[in-house]
């Protein structure tokens, strides 16, 4: 019974634990009091994912997870070597617009009988050479030339290449230097027939066909004569000068003539 009594005494000890003094000396045992259970915490909503990402920074691709060396806000991204490039874009250009070129006429070719060329404006040739021949000097639109037996002359004269120059001709003129005249140019050889209506001073008219050869001299004409003169079938060319020079340079058929409208000269420039 006494044994019992210590063993209850020695468990009743360490229960109760710490023991207390108070001023009445009264004893009271109070137990390790338990820890007040914490509040718990509201249990978290899943977050947006586009709530949680910040509106002004767009988010990278390919930089998913910060690490030590991730690159700071404003910085670009560098890319790794495995990364592919995103391909360029391309921007579309209008195709361009063909525009049909503007079609011209053709040139109107003066119809000439087979073997004829037609002649080209005449003018001052720029790459003429001199004749070696006569050394006479390159041919000139303004400037014709004749030689023959007699030897060669050179005349100042004008040219005309249209209807209305060979039927204006001389008429009307009433003087005439002495080293002057007037080339009277056909598109191809044909007749031609020469009178003196309103011509006032004596002429010579000397005819030559396509290769610029004399074909036939009329010798001072009479002003004012309304007589026709033939000049022949094939004539191309007609000189007219002052009555009484060919005569006095002895100019006769054969003789040749030079002068950059007669293309297929017998004596070329």
């Not at 060319?237 to 005569?247: C, D, Q, R, S, T």
Request: glycine content about 8%; proline content about 14%; charged content about 20%.
């Amino acid at each position: 019974m006494g044994k019992r009594l210590v063993a209850l005494s020695l468990m009743a000890a360490l229960v109760a634990w710490p023991v207390l003094g108070q001023g009445d000396g009264s004893v009271i045992l109070e137990q390790e009091a338990a820890p007040p259970p914490m509040p718990s915490a509201p249990a978290a909503e899943p977050a947006d994912p586009l709530d949680s990402a910040d509106p002004a920074k767009p988010l990278d691709p390919v930089a998913e997870t910060p690490d030590a060396d991730a690159p700071e806000d404003g910085e670009p991204v560098a890319r790794g070597p495995s990364d592919p490039e995103p391909p360029a874009e391309e921007v579309p250009t209008d195709p361009p617009v063909a525009t049909a070129p503007a079609e011209v006429p053709p040139a109107l070719e003066p119809i000439l009988p087979i073997g004829d060329e037609p002649i080209a404006d005449a003018g001052v040739d720029p790459a003429a050479k001199p004749d070696p021949d006569s050394r006479i000097g390159a041919c000139r639109n303004d400037t014709l030339y004749l030689r023959g037996d007699f030897g060669k002359a050179r005349f100042s004269v004008d040219v005309a290449k249209t209807a209305e120059d060979r039927a204006q001709g001389l008429m009307n003129v009433d003087f005439m230097p002495t080293s002057k005249g007037m080339l009277f140019v056909y598109p191809a050889p044909q007749p031609v027939a020469f009178w003196m209506k309103n011509t006032l001073i004596p002429l010579d008219m000397i005819f030559a066909d396509s290769h610029g050869v004399v074909v036939k001299v009329h010798h001072s004409a009479t002003p004012g004569d309304l007589t026709s003169i033939p000049g022949g079938d094939q004539v191309q060319f007609v000189l007219e000068i002052n009555g009484g020079l060919a005569k006095m340079l002895r100019i006769e058929e054969g003789a040749q003539i030079r002068h950059p409208t007669v293309r297929r000269a017998a004596w070329p420039c």
